[in-house]
């Protein structure tokens, strides 16, 4: 089935320019200035080579005259209006004057002049003096509705930047005319850019730009829009240009900047470039930078002007155009697009615009544009279509690059493109996007890229950087420069992320090393490295493996087993990943330059003493089968990180005296294990222990407090230790975070709890105390030796109230009572950013410290079925205890005693349908409510109405405020809930009550 594109309805405005027949259209009223004035301005614009429309040239006889104005009019690129006294006499006149504008609403690149020839601008704005006359007549013989479309277009028209007879060249016509004729060629010089159709998922960013472009300021400002590669910075770029050009005095559009710049005298072809544009294509001779600079300073100091400095790769590039923001004349505004993050820190620069990938629905549209020439997938491509669309990632070049090499093609090569694709990207893709590779500094950044696009992607930041700097690399300063490039990002949680097509792209780099995959630097298909161990032909060039059997599912994992000499070759592997891999023979010639051991489902009960570890850095062996790490002694005196997870048979740890410079040691489930060697005590550079889940371990070692360097301790789930000392925590002077959740504090010691939790360790950041059955008295009277304090969960614990110690801690962010379900209330909470009351079933009161804090942060809530009274948010309460002043307000004081309790069924309470309660009154952001039976409105009301809505204008009365707005509604339930909305229209805001 072969498809045809579909004609595109959706061809940009700005590109109108393309098919205009006339350069200018004469509007004038012909029995004024026919045969003078109009006259010589057509004479003279024809001499300057302008195409000019006027009716009694370009009007055949015995044709309408309105259809033809109207292609007359679509087809020129600007629109000099000629207002003479009886311009507006004219019926024909001002209905070409209607045209003319609704034209110019439709698109970005028609021009309007008005010339006002022998009549005051203000006069046309107003419709007084001679126009007044013609109005008079209008009138009488008119529709109303087409006198006030006239009206409304002379206003318009005469606030445009016009030209007045008397103002610019004294009353001498000649003069005037070639100033008009000059300022038609500068305004025709200055044409709207091409872009491509469907600016899909990009309009809200063109929306901010606009709205920051057309804001009326004398500030010089300058916006970035910045963003990886193909991601639609250029697009967005030009959009808004061609939005906004015209509404400056001068405007320059710089495209490939980089580009342009690495070519011979580069730099200074853009400033020439940027002053041709500028001064409306007179060309200037530049010699060297320093003297462009001076030109350019001369020419942006006099006028207002828009300059879009376009795939900006270096600050050499910014300087040459300009040094210092306050050299251009205010009100003019610099956008720059890049790639390049280290840009954003430059001072100047005011406002920035980062470009994010499209969404799912927005990408599928995307691409069935340029696939099927329509918004959506013809059906039978629907499933091919959609996993195209999820190999983009939402990245604009791509979609389009795809959907359009598909065009018109059958269902079976788009599957037959899509396998290929999983395997190798395409081609023109990844060239545009390597584009950011091929400017990085040197091969040292260029290999690290390589190395995390192939094995490190979504890993922590410093883990990374303790494995790579191990390989000679000063990765932290090399990420910063893989940042600055868009190639990977640092998410909220300090991982490494990367693109999808970014990581194709550095893999593709990676494969086209050799045809051989052992041949190539770095190998992270499973199959090839399945086939390079099976084979043993691995060779020094490998500095990285990867191999997870499970993910080679024609082999056994469980029954195929590799040998130990198949690394025998790979000299150079630093970086080996293993998965549910078996290996047999002897270690002695394993890979001896190892830096990162990974290897899950480890199937030995011990690690071979012969194996060469004492390069390496990193060793994770998670869902291990070791029962003892090593039989014997094992010296590892580069070892950082040792995590031994999940290992569910080990039952014993290494003596730690063999790895002095362990930082992290990680024994999260190990639940066999029920002894920890003493000498974990004496490793002073331990900056992280994890012990979570260690549910047969009764007694931690006593030199744990020795741990000066401890920064992290969890202990959570160890819910079979008999003893904590005091003192081990105490002593722990560089302690930020604690965790022993699930841990009974209150059983532990023969002392108090609160003496417990009183003798923290002052450097505390971070408290994690869920789950450790801790109720009101368990907690300290004050807390003010943990001032670090940022983050406490107190969670599941059956706490009654907000303890007190809490009160005193000024720099608390983040304070959780999930599952609290004994809390009743929090009151004089402290500032927080985050607040977490999920499932506290019994909370009723929220109070703050100080006012309104209850804006600034984020609350978590969820089931808070007795929540009633939250501080500057809502109360709730019967009715006979509001304040009388609001009853009386109302006008409900004579009511109360005959309202009858209503009967109300509330969802999750213990409430029966048929239970009568008072009435309630609800205080909501400053907002009184209240409801009850009855079919009658009480009291006297100024505005009325019978239906769904009312209208009115709240009255102006001198020395009195208004204290409020009181309605009342009278309604018959519903199956579904009809909201009250209030609208003010007057300061665009709208209040909903449901």
Same mark, same amino acid.
Request: glycine share 6%; charged share 25%.
């Given at each position: 089935?072969?498809?045809?594109?579909?004609?595109?309805?959706?061809?940009?405005?700005? /590109?109108?320019?393309?098919?205009?027949?006339?350069?200018?259209?004469?509007?004038?009223?012909?029995?004024?200035t026919?045969?003078?004035?109009?006259?010589?301005?057509?004479?003279?614009?024809?001499?300057?080579?302008?195409?000019?429309?006027?009716?009694?040239?370009e009007?055949?006889?015995?044709?309408?005259?309105?259809?033809?104005?109207?292609?007359?009019?679509?087809?020129?690129?600007?629109?000099?209006?000629?207002?003479?006294?009886?311009?507006?006499?004219?019926?024909?006149?001002?209905?070409?004057?209607?045209?003319?504008?609704?034209?110019?609403?439709?698109?970005?690149?028609?021009?309007?002049?008005? %010339?006002?020839?022998?009549?005051?601008?203000?006069?046309?704005?107003?419709?007084? =003096?001679?126009?007044a006359?013609?109005?008079?007549?209008?009138q009488?013989?008119?529709?109303?509705?087409?006198?006030?479309?006239?009206?409304?277009?002379?206003?318009?028209?005469?606030?445009?930047?016009?030209?007045?007879?008397?103002?610019?060249?004294?009353?001498?016509?000649?003069?005037?005319?070639?100033?008009?004729?000059?300022?038609?060629g500068?305004?025709l010089?200055?044409?709207?850019?091409?872009?491509?159709?469907?600016?899909v998922?990009?309009?809200?960013?063109?929306?901010?730009?606009?709205?920051?472009?057309?804001?009326?300021?004398?500030?010089?400002?300058?916006?970035?829009?910045?963003?990886?590669? =193909?991601i639609?910075?250029?697009?967005?770029?030009?959009?808004?240009?061609?939005?906004?050009?015209?509404?400056?005095?001068?405007?320059?559009?710089?495209?490939?900047?980089?580009?342009?710049?690495?070519?011979?005298n =580069?730099?200074?072809?853009?400033?020439?470039?940027?002053?041709?544009?500028?001064?409306?294509?007179?060309?200037?001779?530049?010699?060297?930078?320093?003297?462009?600079?001076?030109?350019?300073?001369?020419?942006?100091?006099?006028?207002?002007?828009?300059?879009?400095?376009?795939?900006?790769?270096?600050?050499?590039?910014?300087?040459?155009?300009?040094?210092?923001?306050?050299?251009?004349?205010?009100?003019?505004k610099?956008?720059?697009?890049?790639?390049?993050?280290r840009?954003?820190?430059a001072?100047?620069?005011?406002?920035?615009?980062?470009?994010?990938?499209?969404?799912?629905?927005?990408?599928?549209?995307?691409?069935?544009?340029?696939?099927?020439?329509?918004?959506?997938?013809?059906?039978?491509?629907?499933?091919?279509?959609?996993?195209? %669309?999820?190999?983009?990632?939402?990245?604009?070049?791509?979609?389009?690059?795809?959907?359009?090499?598909?065009?018109?093609?059958?269902?079976?090569?788009?599957?037959?493109?899509?396998?290929?694709?999983?395997?190798?990207?395409?081609?023109?893709?990844?060239?545009?996007?390597r584009?950011?590779?091929?400017?990085l500094?040197?091969?040292?950044?260029?290999? +690290?890229? +390589?190395?995390?696009?192939?094995?490190?992607?979504?890993?922590?930041?410093?883990?990374?950087a303790?494995?790579?700097?191990?390989?000679?690399?000063?990765?932290?300063?090399?990420?910063?420069?893989?940042?600055?490039?868009?190639?990977?990002?640092?998410?909220?949680?300090?991982?490494?992320?990367?693109?999808?097509?970014?990581?194709?792209?550095?893999?593709?780099?990676?494969?086209?090393?050799?045809?051989?995959p052992?041949?190539r630097?770095?190998?992270?298909?499973?199959?090839d490295?399945?086939?390079?161990?099976?084979?043993?032909?691995?060779?020094?060039?490998?500095?990285?493996?990867?191999? /997870?059997?499970?993910?080679?599912?024609?082999?056994?994992?469980?029954?195929?087993?590799?040998?130990t000499?198949?690394?025998?070759?790979?000299?150079?592997?630093?970086?080996?990943?293993?998965?549910?891999?078996?290996?047999?023979?002897?270690?002695?010639?394993?890979?001896?330059?190892?830096?990162? +051991?990974?290897?899950?489902?480890?199937?030995?009960?011990?690690?071979?003493?012969?194996?060469?570890?004492?390069?390496v850095?990193?060793?994770?062996?998670?869902?291990?089968?070791?029962?003892?790490?090593?039989?014997?002694?094992?010296?590892?005196?580069?070892?950082?990180?040792?995590?031994?997870?999940?290992?569910?048979?080990?039952?014993?740890?290494?003596?730690?005296?063999?790895?002095?410079?362990?930082?992290?040691? %990680?024994?999260?489930?190990?639940?066999?294990?029920?002894?920890?060697?003493?000498?974990?005590?004496?490793?002073?550079?331990?900056?992280?222990?994890?012990?979570?889940?260690?549910?047969?371990i009764?007694?931690?070692?006593?030199?744990?407090?020795?741990?000066?360097?401890?920064?992290?301790?969890?202990?959570s789930?160890?819910?079979?230790?008999?003893?904590?000392?005091?003192e081990?925590?105490?002593?722990m002077?560089?302690?930020?975070?604690?965790?022993?959740?699930?841990?009974?504090?209150?059983?532990?010691?023969?002392?108090?709890?609160?003496?417990?939790?009183?003798?923290?360790?002052?450097?505390?950041?971070?408290?994690?105390?869920?789950?450790?059955?801790?109720?009101?008295?368990?907690?300290?009277?004050?807390?003010?030796?943990?001032?670090?304090?940022?983050?406490?969960?107190?969670?599941?614990?059956?706490?009654g109230?907000?303890?007190?110690?809490?009160? =005193?801690?000024?720099?608390?962010?983040?304070?959780?009572?999930?599952?609290?379900?004994?809390?009743?209330?929090?009151?004089?909470?402290?500032k927080?950013?985050?607040?977490?009351?999920?499932?506290?079933?019994?909370?009723?009161?929220?109070?703050?410290?100080?006012?309104?804090?209850?804006?600034?942060?984020?609350?978590?809530?969820s089931?808070?079925? /007795?929540?009633?009274?939250?501080?500057?948010?809502?109360?709730?309460?019967?009715?006979?205890?509001?304040?009388?002043?609001?009853?009386?307000?109302?006008?409900?004081?004579?009511?109360?005693?005959?309202?009858?309790?209503?009967?109300?069924?509330?969802?999750?309470?213990n409430?029966?349908?048929?239970?009568?309660?008072?009435?309630?009154?609800?205080?909501?952001?400053?907002?009184?409510s209240?409801?009850?039976?009855?079919?009658?409105?009480?009291?006297?009301?100024?505005?009325?109405?019978?239906?769904?809505?009312?209208?009115?204008?709240v009255?102006?009365?001198?020395?009195?405020?208004?204290?409020?707005?009181?309605?009342?509604?009278?309604?018959?339930?519903?199956?579904?809930?009809?909201?009250?909305?209030?609208?003010?229209?007057?300061?665009?805001?709208?209040?909903?009550?449901?």
């Open positions: 089935m072969a498809l045809v594109k579909a004609a595109d309805p959706q061809t940009s405005s700005s /590109n109108a320019s393309r098919y205009c027949r006339y350069h200018v259209f004469l509007s004038f009223r012909g029995q004024d026919r045969k003078t004035f109009t006259d010589h301005l057509y004479t003279a614009l024809v001499s300057a080579g302008f195409h000019t429309f006027r009716d009694d040239d009007v055949e006889r015995g044709e309408g005259i309105k259809p033809e104005l109207q292609k007359a009019i679509k087809h020129s690129r600007t629109s000099v209006i000629v207002f003479s006294k009886d311009y507006a006499s004219s019926r024909w006149c001002l209905d070409e004057l209607v045209m003319i504008l609704e034209r110019k609403r439709t698109s970005d690149d028609h021009v309007v002049l008005p %010339v006002f020839y022998d009549v005051d601008p203000s006069h046309v704005r107003k419709q007084t =003096g001679s126009l006359k013609a109005f008079a007549r209008h009488k013989t008119q529709p109303l509705q087409k006198v006030k479309a006239w009206r409304e277009a002379l206003a318009e028209v005469a606030d445009l930047a016009g030209m007045v007879l008397q103002n610019q060249a004294n009353g001498y016509e000649s003069k005037f005319i070639k100033k008009i004729v000059k300022v038609i500068d305004k010089s200055r044409t709207p850019l091409s872009v491509a159709p469907n600016l998922g990009m309009h809200s960013g063109v929306e901010r730009i606009n709205f920051w472009l057309q804001r009326r300021s004398t500030d010089v400002g300058i916006l970035v829009i910045y963003g990886m590669s =193909g639609g910075k250029t697009t967005i770029a030009k959009t808004v240009y061609n939005s906004n050009f015209r509404i400056f005095e001068g405007s320059s559009f710089l495209e490939n900047i980089k580009e342009v710049s690495q070519q011979p =580069g730099l200074v072809q853009i400033q020439t470039q940027l002053l041709s544009d500028i001064l409306n294509g007179r060309k200037m001779k530049i010699s060297n930078i320093s003297e462009g600079l001076i030109k350019i300073e001369d020419a942006i100091s006099s006028k207002r002007v828009l300059l879009v400095l376009d795939d900006v790769d270096h600050m050499d590039q910014l300087d040459a155009v300009f040094q210092v923001r306050d050299r251009f004349y205010p009100g003019s610099i956008i720059i697009t890049t790639r390049r993050a840009l954003l820190k001072h100047q620069i005011t406002e920035v615009y980062a470009v994010g990938t499209l969404t799912q629905k927005e990408s599928l549209e995307l691409f069935s544009w340029h696939a099927f020439g329509q918004d959506h997938p013809v059906e039978d491509y629907k499933e091919y279509s959609e996993k195209l %669309v999820d190999h983009c990632g939402g990245l604009p070049l791509a979609l389009k690059v795809l959907g359009s090499s598909l065009l018109g093609e059958s269902v079976c090569l788009w599957k037959s493109a899509l396998e290929k694709l999983e395997v190798i990207p395409n081609g023109e893709i990844i060239n545009k996007l584009v950011s590779y091929d400017c500094q040197d091969d040292h950044d260029q290999k +690290l890229f +390589l190395h995390i696009a192939c094995f490190f992607i979504g890993m922590d930041k410093d883990y990374i303790k494995i790579l700097d191990g390989c000679d690399f000063y990765t932290i300063v090399g990420i910063q420069n893989l940042i600055d490039r868009c190639l990977v990002i640092i998410d909220g949680w300090d991982k490494v992320q990367m693109h999808d097509l970014i990581r194709g792209m550095g893999r593709e780099i990676v494969r086209l090393e050799s045809k051989e052992w041949k630097s770095r190998v992270w298909h499973h199959k490295s399945f086939k390079i161990l099976t084979e043993k032909n691995g060779t020094e060039t490998i500095e990285g493996l990867v191999l /997870n059997m499970h993910m080679c599912p024609a082999i056994n994992s469980n029954e195929k087993v590799l040998e000499n198949a690394f025998s070759r790979m000299r150079e592997l630093k970086l080996l990943h293993l998965s549910h891999v078996q290996l047999d023979g002897s270690y002695a010639e394993f890979c001896t330059e190892l830096r990162w +051991l990974c290897w899950t489902k480890f199937p030995l009960d011990s690690i071979p003493v012969d194996f060469p570890l004492e390069s850095i990193i060793l994770e062996m998670q869902y291990s089968g070791l029962r003892q790490v090593f039989k014997g002694t094992k010296y590892l005196p580069s070892l950082k990180i040792l995590d031994l997870s999940r290992s569910h048979s080990l039952t014993e740890t290494i003596d730690f005296s063999y790895c002095p410079n362990l930082e992290k040691l %990680v024994l999260v489930d190990c639940t066999s294990l029920i002894y920890v060697h003493e000498s974990i005590g004496n490793l002073e550079r331990l900056i992280y222990l994890n012990m979570k889940d260690f549910q047969k009764r007694m931690l070692p006593k030199n744990i407090c020795m741990l000066k360097s401890l920064e992290t301790f969890i202990i789930g160890c819910s079979n230790l008999k003893e904590l000392s005091i081990m925590l105490r002593n002077d560089s302690l930020k975070v604690l965790e022993t959740d699930g841990i009974p504090i209150s059983e532990l010691w023969q002392e108090r709890s609160s003496s417990i939790l009183g003798s923290l360790p002052c450097s505390l950041v971070e408290l994690s105390l869920w789950g450790c059955n801790l109720s009101d008295d368990a907690f300290p009277m004050d807390f003010s030796h943990l001032s670090s304090l940022q983050r406490l969960n107190l969670g599941n614990n059956p706490i109230c907000l303890p007190n110690c809490i009160k =005193g801690l000024t720099r608390l962010h983040e304070l959780s009572f999930y599952k609290c379900t004994s809390l009743k209330s929090l009151l004089r909470l402290p927080l950013s985050d607040l977490d009351i999920t499932e506290c079933i019994s909370l009723e009161k929220i109070t703050y410290q100080y006012p309104r804090l209850s804006w600034e942060g984020c609350t978590r809530l089931c808070n079925y /007795n929540l009633l009274d939250w501080e500057y948010r809502y109360k709730l309460q019967p009715i006979g205890s509001v304040d009388v002043e609001m009853i009386n307000l109302l006008g409900l004081c004579n009511l109360l005693e005959s309202i009858a309790p209503i009967r109300m069924y509330a969802l999750y309470r409430l029966q349908e048929d239970d009568p309660i008072p009435i309630q009154g609800l205080y909501e952001y400053g907002i009184f209240t409801f009850f039976g009855g079919n009658e409105v009480p009291g006297q009301f100024s505005h009325k109405s019978r239906g769904s809505s009312i209208s009115f204008t009255p102006l009365r001198d020395n009195h405020r208004t204290r409020g707005l009181i309605v009342f509604v009278v309604y018959v339930n519903a199956d579904y809930d009809s909201p009250i909305i209030h609208h003010n229209y007057k300061v665009g805001m709208k209040w909903l009550f449901l």
